[in-house]
C-alpha cells in the first residue's frame, strides 16, 4: 500500500479512536457527577444514560470498518513508525477484546453497576451489608459471566485481573502474597514492639472547613493543576478524567481524624499527575493513556508513602500545617508528629492503615474476590468472611458493616481484579524511589527545603509522559530501574524508615544515661520480646560501640587525673 494511503489510514483510525473516547468520557464525566453533586433522585435515568453511552462506545469500538483499518495497518506496520505501530498494536488487542463481549451483556453490566452504586450508597447511610447485598449478588454473577466471554486458562479471576494488570494471575499473585506475609509479619511485630508514640492529636476536633483548605493548599504545592482540574467531596476518594487537561480527585474529611482527608488528598493527587502528565495530542490513543494500574497506583503509593510519610516532606511542610491547627498542634514537635502518621497497628480501614498493614487489607480483598469469582464464595457469607480473615490476618474484627464489608466503593463499581493493584504499585513505588535517589542523591534535601519540582520532573520523564506504549508494568520497572519487581526493595526501605524512626523517638526521649544503661541491659528486659537476628547484631555493636567509648573516657579521665595530681 502507498505511503499516502498509508497516513490516510492511520489518520482514520485516530479520528475513530477520538470519537470512542469522547463517548467514554462523556460517560465518566456521568458517573463523577453520579458520585458528587447528583440528586438521589436522578439515579434510575443516570443508569439508564450511562449505559446508553457505554453501549454506545461499545458499538464504535466493535465497528467492522474499524476492525478492518486496525487490520490494514497491522499488514502495513513497516511504514508505521514505532510510536504509531505500538498504537495500533494496542488498539487491535483492545478490540479483540471488547469484541468478545456481546452488546447486550455491556448495557446490562453498565446499569447494574450504576444500581449497585446506588445500593452501595444506600448500605453505607444504614450501616447494614443486607441493603447491597442483592445488587452484588448480581454484580457478582455478571462478573463471573464477563470472565467466560473473556476466557482464561486456570481460573476466571484471571480474566478479570488482566483487565488491571495484564502480568497478573491468581497463581502470581497467590506466589507474591505467600512471599511477602511472613517478611511483613516480622516487619510489623518489630514496628509494633518498638512503638511508643501517643498519637492521639491526630483524633482531636479538625474544623472541616480548615481541613479542605489545608488540602486545596497541599494539592497544589504537590503539583496538581487546579486550571486542568478540581477538588470535590464524595463518599470515597477517587479520581477520574476527562482528558489529560480536565482531571478530577475527590476527598472525605472526618473532622475527628487529622489522617483521613490528608491521606486520601495526597494518594488522590499522586493519581491526577499521572493524567495531568499524560500527552494531550494523543488525546484517545494508547500513546495517550496510563500504562496499567499497577503503574497508576504505584504513583498514588509513591507520593502517599515515599514523600507523604517521610521526615524531609514534613520538615517545610508540617509548619504550614500548624499555621492552619495552631490549636490542634500547637505542643506537638516535628518528631511526634512524624512517629505519630507513621504508626505501626493493625486496624479496620484499608485507606487510613500504615504502610505495612495496609498489604493485609490488600490479601484479604483478593483471597474474598478470587472465591467469590471462583464460585466457593456466596455473597450472602461475604460478611462473616470478611471478619473471618481479618481476625486471622490482623487481629481486630469489625462490630459494624461500614468499618468492615462495606468501606470500599470498588465492588459497586464492579472492579473486581482492582485490590491487587494497590500491592503491586506500593512495590513498584518503592523501587522507582530507589532509582530516583540513585539519580539525585540530594533530593530529599530538596524536598526538606519545600521543592518537589524535581521529583515530579522525574515521574514525568520516566513515565508519565510515555503513555501506554511503554510498554507493560514489569517492562517499565525493568527499563527505568534496571531490574525486575523485587518486593525486597519495598521491605528494606520500609524497615529502615519505620523501625530506625521508631529507634530515633526512643532515644530522643531519654537521657544519655538511660541510653547506656539500656543497651547494656542493665534494665530488665521484656522476655516476650523476641528481636530478630539482624536487631540482635544491631544491639550487639551499639553495646561494643559504648564499652570501647566508656573504655576511652575512663582512660582519658585517669590521664587527666594523672596530670593534675
Known sequence: MEINNIENLYQQYIEHAQKIADINYAAAVLDWDQETYMSPMGADTRARQTATLRSLAHRFFTDEKYGNILQQLLENKDALSEKERQNVLLSKDDF?????LPAEFVHALSRNISEAYQSWIEARRKNDFSFFEPALTKLVALKRQEADYLGYEHHPYDALLKDYEKSASVQMLDRLFSEMTNPLQNLMQQAIAKRNTDDAFLYQYYPKDEQWKWGMYLVKELGFDLNAGRQDISEHPFTTNFSSQDVR??????????????????????????????????????????????????????WENCIGRRLPFWKYYYPKLKEFFPQQLRDVSLETFSNAINIVKPSLIRTEADELTYHFHIKIRYELEKELIGGSLAVKDVKEKWNELYKENLGVSATNDNDGCLQDVHWSHGSFGYFPTYSLGSFYAAQFWKKLKEDQPDIEKEIAGG?????????????????????????????ITGEALQVMHFLIISKKHILNLKIKNYFCEMGILRQISEYLFIKKRNKKEKPSTYLKMMHGMNRISIFVFLLALLFMLIRWLKHVL
Open 249 to 302: 480527585i475527590t476527598t472525605r474529611i472526618d473532622e475527628n481524624n487529622f489522617a483521613n482527608m490528608t491521606w486520601s488528598c495526597i494518594h488522590e493527587t499522586g493519581h491526577a499527575l499521572y493524567e495531568q502528565g499524560l500527552p494531550y495530542s494523543d488525546y484517545g490513543l494508547p500513546s495517550g493513556e496510563y500504562a496499567s494500574l499497577s503503574i497508576h497506583e504505584s504513583q498514588s503509593r509513591f
Open 96 to 100: 479483540d477484546k471488547q469484541a468478545k
Open 451 to 479: 521543592n518537589l519540582k524535581n521529583v515530579l520532573q522525574w515521574l514525568r520523564l520516566h513515565i508519565h509522559s510515555k503513555g501506554r506504549i511503554i510498554g507493560g508494568s514489569e517492562k517499565i520497572c525493568k527499563d
